[in-house]
């Protein structure tokens, strides 16, 4: 499996937290779910916290991927 590498999260004044992805946004998370990855982002590897709540955000391409024509019957 491939280390995750890419990411970024950025605190808002509202408390939300942004999860990029190479500079896409990935996900926001809100109230006690920012709280949560807040405090598990301090205690692990970054990177790895960041993907796991992306939902592994594999490759970066799942969003453009699922319109593609080749998975119009998915």
Do not use: C
């Amino acid at each position: 499996m491939a280390v995750p590498e890419g990411f970024d999260h950025t605190v808002r004044a509202d408390g939300s937290v942004l999860i990029e992805h190479r500079g896409r946004a990935a996900t926001t998370l809100r109230g006690d779910r920012a709280a949560a990855f807040l405090a598990e982002v301090e205690l692990g590897d970054p990177q790895e916290v960041m993907a796991r709540w992306t939902g592994n955000y594999r490759r970066g391409n799942e969003r453009t991927a699922k319109n593609h024509p080749r998975n119009a019957h998915r």
